[in-house]
């Protein structure tokens, strides 16, 4: 940099030297996430994956917009080797330390504009362990492999933007092996097979956040099916895992009904559901378009993740803090669909959980929802469960008309984008002129402890 700075200002086009795009987006809880600088509008991903040897190869061409003048800027990627990096077609400088791959352009770049980077790397990708010991990012399966990437494990396997406040369009090229298959999100455009060697072309459309990004390669048996509204449905099941799936696989199109009916339109253009065998994982993850699940799954799981896909996936958190705005929906779509298909209504849920008898292992009083007490505890009863209190506490505010008028308000006004807790908050008493919500957010969304008696 020093040495830069000695260089006669006629040496630069404008006059004005761009600097660093930053190394992490200052997230709350991981702060070297994502990175500063840039906006990516599009990923184009072409992977080739060998289970035999756990190689990856990639291919990552990254479509960006700089918001400053930038002389470098930071990629995500832990793990793997980096061979080449080009921005707009011209070799650049690159290093890396820790997750951080630094790009430095062979030309700097104004803010506004527009610019590609192509990433080639290849490697064997690292499965992750997070704070709180889930396994994610590449996760080797006894036929393959499944890619998951909550809350930072998309950078095991692609250079990015790993925030879900940085969302993108994607295509996803991945070859395996004839006799296996790749799945990923969005639609699949083409399926071909040349020289023992199957590419599978998928393509999301809809702005997509890095940690809903996946890849599934192995063995599956795929049902394709539209539902009564033309909505692609794609499910890809490991055999073994299909008898035991079926029954609740079956009942995607009432599910997608019912949410329709409850969040309003179905924010994507596609539908489905992975289900495959993957040891050392005990959650499902509601990955854009297709929820995974890493064994067959229960209708309630099924219920959960679907409607991530309109609170978590369409309307997405802005930083992981704001992570409630995505659980607390899920679980309280659990506790509607029981509500609705004859089991306990969503006022019993509350009181079971209340009084402490959730299934939920940890203790749901640690910390608020608001304001997870770590990065190893987002993931927790606080952020499911007492979030999904907090919208019922609102719902008994409002009554359950105006209550739905802002489920699927909230999903509209934000489709496709990113939302923060206090977006919510001002959402809400927008949308209710008169109603007094400030008790509900100090005590249930930001309150220390078990709230007294509701
Ligand atoms: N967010 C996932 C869901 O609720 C679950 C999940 C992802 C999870 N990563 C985790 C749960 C780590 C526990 C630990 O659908
Ligand atoms: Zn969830």
Redesign the pocket.
């Known amino acids: 940099m020093s040495l830069l700075l000695v260089l006669p200002l006629a040496a630069c086009d404008s006059g004005v030297r761009g600097t660093p795009g930053g190394s992490g987006l200052h997230d709350p809880y991981f702060p070297k996430a994502g990175n500063g600088g840039y906006d990516v509008t599009h990923y184009d991903l072409a992977l080739d994956y060998d289970p035999a040897h756990r190689r990856l190869t990639g291919t990552a061409v990254i479509q960006a917009r700089a918001t400053q003048d930038l002389s470098a800027f930071d990629l995500d990627l832990s793990g793997l080797e980096v061979r080449a990096v080009s921005v707009e077609g011209k070799d650049a400088r690159f290093s890396r330390a820790g997750q951080e791959l630094t790009v430095r352009p062979h030309d700097d770049l104004d803010e506004g504009e527009t610019f590609s980077a192509t990433v080639r790397y290849s490697g064997t990708p690292r499965t992750v362990t ?1 704070a ?1 010991g ?1 396994k ?1 990012g590449w996760l080797p399966t006894g036929d393959g492999a499944l890619a998951l990437g ?1 809350p930072v494990g998309s950078m095991a396997w692609f250079p990015g933007n790993d925030h879900p406040s940085d969302k993108a369009t994607y295509d996803i090229a991945v070859t395996v092996p004839a006799a296996l298959r790749a799945v990923s999100n969005g639609e699949l455009k083409s399926d071909t097979v040349t020289g023992g060697r199957r590419t599978a072309r998928w393509h999301v459309g809809e702005p997509m956040a890095t940690y809903l990004a996946t890849v599934a390669i192995g063995d599956f048996e795929v049902e394709t099916s539209t539902l009564d509204d033309g909505l692609p449905v794609y499910v890809a099941v490991d055999p073994s895992l299909a008898a035991a799936s079926a029954p609740v696989l079956a009942k995607i199109p009432e599910i997608m009904e019912w949410a329709q009916d409850n969040f309003g339109p179905y924010p994507f253009s596609s539908t489905g559901a992975v289900v495959d065998r993957v040891d050392g994982v005990g ?4 990955t854009q378009n297709r929820p995974s699940f890493p064994a067959a799954p229960d209708t309630t799981t099924l219920v ?2 679907l409607a ?1 896909q309109w609170y978590g996936d369409s309307v997405t958190p802005r930083s992981w803090r704001d992570m409630w705005l995505s ?1 607390s929906f ?1 679980t309280y779509a659990e506790w509607l669909w029981a509500e609705d298909h004859g089991g306990r209504s969503a006022q019993q849920t509350f009181e079971t959980v209340y009084r402490g008898e959730g299934d939920n292992g940890t203790d749901i009083w640690d910390f608020p929802p608001g304001r997870p007490s770590s990065a190893a505890h987002i ?1 927790e009863a606080p952020v499911y469960d007492r979030g999904a209190m907090v919208l019922h506490k609102i719902r008994r505010t409002v009554g359950d008309d105006a209550f739905y008028d802002i489920v699927q308000g909230w999903a509209a006004a934000h489709r496709h984008g990113n939302a923060s807790t206090a977006d919510f908050t001002s959402y809400v008493e927008k949308r209710a002129p008169g109603k007094d919500f400030s008790g509900i957010w100090r005590v249930w969304l930001y309150g220390n402890g078990k709230p007294a008696r509701p």
Do not use: F
């Open positions: 997070d709180d889930a994610e909550e959650y499902a993850l509601e959960h993740e991530h659980e899920a993931s």
